[in-house]
């Protein structure tokens, strides 16, 4: 089955451990930081707009436009930074596309409770109440997207030298 490695990393990011990577990575190259900071920044948020278009309740509606205003408030490294690990763990749930896993698995312990915590809970619980109701297509989109993430998260780590400490 999949890896269970999800359970080794360490989730709960302090705004000090953000910092801290923020100086690890400062050596690297800007420009193709940049590119899959960007890159994976609108990954995340066409999964929002994505699951916007399906909402139908109005309340709903109006929390996910409150969401998304949150979401682009982080910079685009810091929501990388974030992220990465949380999504790198999941990996092989995400490239099998198990829907099990997605929608059963208890987030709680990869996110720090903070400020941001909220918009974390409220985006994976809308995309699970969505997920159920999805056509076939597209929840192959869903997963596509997912998998985007996957790809700027390797490209990051090959960029880091930090693919092969995962293997």
């Known amino acids: 089955m999949c890896s269970n490695k999800i359970n080794e990393v360490k989730f709960k990011m302090t705004d000090d451990d953000v910092l801290i990577e923020r100086k690890k990575i400062a050596s690297l190259d800007q420009k193709e930081l940049n590119l899959i900071f960007t890159g994976y920044a609108q990954c995340i948020n066409s999964i929002l707009v994505m699951t916007i278009k399906q909402t139908k309740d109005e309340e709903e509606l109006v929390e996910l436009e409150r969401l998304k205003r949150l979401i682009n408030f982080i910079s ?56 159920i109701n999805m056509t076939t297509d597209e929840k192959e989109l869903y997963w596509s997207k997912a998998k985007k993430l996957i790809i700027y998260i390797a490209k990051f780590k090959k960029l880091a030298n930090e693919y092969e400490a995962d293997k």
């Open 76 to 131: 685009v490294d810091e929501r990388f930074i974030r992220t990465k690990d949380k999504l790198w763990a999941s990996k092989d749930f995400i490239l099998a596309k198990d829907e099990k896993f997605f929608l059963s698995y208890e987030y709680n312990d990869m996110i720090a409770s903070d400020e941001k915590k909220e918009f974390i809970e409220g985006l994976i619980d809308s995309l699970r109440d969505r997920y």
